[in-house]
């Protein structure tokens, strides 16, 4: 089955276009690919600088960080990151340059590469993804598993500029290719303008994405008006992503709950280097990037007992970290985007994901139907421009995830939130429901989105990110 890259267009919102496009991360589904991407959406109002900061001491030892504030410069205190089995944390240092280091995380053997993949055991498989979505040029509409190969010294050298990535030690990358089945003979030798790429160094490197849509002599770029399906799925959409896939169903698993306060705290240190929606606004036709980080957590409990229709047993956050828009510049204005949706994955059995902003430090974020609070803020809040290594923090308590769970019951079942029994709950998410051991790390990600119906204009977006933390918080 294919990602379904998904519009939310609402009566009750009539100007959202928060649009989750697909994150790429397997679910379990057996023959599927959760992937839950974004082409369109807003921030919560113009950049601010957070005015307070999280508790503890940044510690090298086990991975503090300061990172700039917004605006004024004002620094921002990470806490640590907690070490240990029930969390994981991914950092871009030298020891990546070794052979197999990013092969091996999370236990992986390879690290997994395509254009439109469709390969759910590969996608399943612990380790890394990289993966593209849209349309290649010179290539079959509904052409799937498409080829990614290293780029050359002359397209990676511009890319990483773009990223904001300084140092070209030893950079690896990936870029979609058209020596694919689907593909004419005259693309076999073609390749980009997307690309993901790595530097291993952690003063000047990254983890590099950048990803264009519109330009007309590109070989890769978003889909056309007929969209991923042919019937106009994701028209207009381009998405880049680096996810990594845990060992859920093992000795391996990861429990991000599990800390004494049953908070699990999802971080990564960003940079937005270059970002292009330049053009006049035109109403009902956004042009939009946007960057962002995705974290999905599963309940084996459930996920044992079968996974249907009725009983997800995963779910998924999507935390907006960057969005642009074209006519866009007084972010104050767009209320679509100041509180956190759920959404559901038609693409996947109808996978729930709460798609929103980031909020300013020591804010909570609510969901816009009940307006209850689903997870809480302490670092920098979404931004809308570039900007150089920012700390993005969020912390999702228990209780939240649960009202999480809640408000899928709710709006599944047609009633109010109030109305939502402990009984209902986990005929949906199992009896281990209210367990925090009981959830697991699925998949966690970084990726970015391209909007773009004029293929005249050309739209791209590059930043990077050094790191990327889901676990117990200190």
Known sequence: MKAIFHVRATARRPDAMRRPLAVTAATLLASAILAACGGGGGGSGAPTTPSESP????GASDGGNTGAGTGTGTQIQVAPFVSGADSFLFSVDSSLAAQG???HTLGGATVFGAWNPSNPTAMNQPGVKVSFFGQARGCDAGAVNGAVAEAGANDVSPALSQMGIVSTAAARSWTPTGAAQGCSAAQQASTGPAMVALTPDATHGGFGLRTVAGGTSDFFG???SAGQNG???NAFIAGTFVSFRAGWNGSSAVHPFAGADGVARV???QTLAAADVSGAAVAGSPVQVKQQVSVAFINSTCA??????????QLKYLFNTAVLRAGVSDWSTQGWFRTASVLYDPGQGGIPVLDGPVT?????????????SVYTSQGVASQHAVFADQPFDLRISFAQLQSFLRLVVAQKSGVTLSQVADADVAAMWGARWNDPSAWELLTAGVGQEVHDPFADRGS???GAFKNLYVGPQR
């Open 55 to 58: 508790s503890g001491a940044p």
């Open 101 to 103: 280091a990013l092969e």
């Open 222 to 224: 978003a889909y056309g």
């Open 231 to 233: 019937a106009g799925a």
């Open 267 to 269: 971080f990564s240190q």
């Open 304 to 313: 044992a007992d079968g996974i249907t229709a009725a009983r997800p047993c």
């Open 360 to 372: 300013a430090a020591g804010t909570e974020a609510t969901e816009d139907s009940a307006g209850v």
């Open 460 to 462: 791209m977006i590059g």
